[in-house]
């Protein structure tokens, strides 16, 4: 009789825990980053790596675009570092069928960093009004082998795109937020440091300023150029006369060896 009084009041008390605790308790935490106090919210992209739009983590994206646009946004990651994307597309109400898209990350060479959570390509059927994408990045590491793809210390590139949409749909107008959060401290447990970060070299030569290119040529440009246009003296050339010498040479040869005397 006691044990079944003690199992009832058991039953009671876990049935009516949920009401007796306050509302902080029960509040689940969100999950993703959170926008930082004060944070200017970025209204633009790029369309290509070059045109990335820079953002740093904590600042708000909310964007208008069509559907086939890519989207391309950049940030700064130092070692020790754990990058938290997230990101969501909304929709018009009319839509043809379902969709598909996803968001790609990359660093400084270009390479497509492994998310380790994450709807990173996530489909949607025609009545769904948003979809929710997202990647986490593996920890910055402050130095990595030449061959490895582990994730180092520079510029890192967001691509946010569709890889499946049906044609009546291509151009339709869609609202994209994006929001970037960074946990960790900067202090890795790697001994190792990267000399120069990763940052994409946007200025591979010198332009010539245009007076520059309409200087007229002096005596020495215009001696550099005629000398371009007799081949450098080097071996393949050595080797391919001394080929063609001899190959004349075997050539008189076997025609006297071959040539019949005449007749008188």
């Given at each position: ?20 605790l306050p509302a902080t308790a029960l509040a689940a935490p969100t999950d ?157 447990a790697d001994d190792g440091e990267l000399a120069v970060p990763l940052v ?31 081949p450098a003296l080097g071996s393949r050339w050595i080797w391919t006369s ?23």
């Open positions: 009789m006691r044990t079944t009084l003690t199992r009832s009041l058991a039953a009671l008390v876990a049935a009516a825990g949920p009401v007796l993703g980053p959170s926008p930082s106090p004060g944070a200017t919210t970025v209204t633009r992209a790029g369309t290509s790596f070059l045109t990335a739009t820079t953002i740093t983590a904590g600042q708000p994206v909310r964007v208008d675009a069509s559907t086939g646009d890519y989207l391309y946004w950049s940030f700064t990651a130092e070692a020790g570092q754990v990058h938290d994307i997230a990101a969501s597309v909304s929709f018009p109400a009319d839509r043809s069928g379902a969709s598909t898209w996803t968001v790609e990350v990359f660093d400084g060479l270009r390479r497509r960093q492994a998310c380790t959570a994450g709807a990173q390509t996530p489909t949607v059927d025609k009545t769904a009004s948003e979809v929710s994408l997202g990647c986490t990045l593996r920890e910055v590491r402050p130095w990595a082998e030449p061959w490895s793809a582990d994730p180092l210390p520079g510029t890192y590139f967001i691509r946010l795109s569709v890889l499946d949409v049906p044609e009546p749909d291509l151009g339709a107008p869609i609202e994209v937020g994006l929001l970037v959060g960074a946990d960790g401290d900067g202090a890795p994409p070299n946007t200025q591979a030569g010198a332009l010539l300023t245009d007076e520059q290119a309409a200087a007229p040529l002096d005596d020495a440009d215009e001696e550099s150029w005629f000398d371009g246009l007799l001394i080929g063609g010498v001899l190959a004349a040479v075997a050539g008189v040869v076997g025609f006297a060896l071959t040539r019949r005397p005449r007749r008188a």
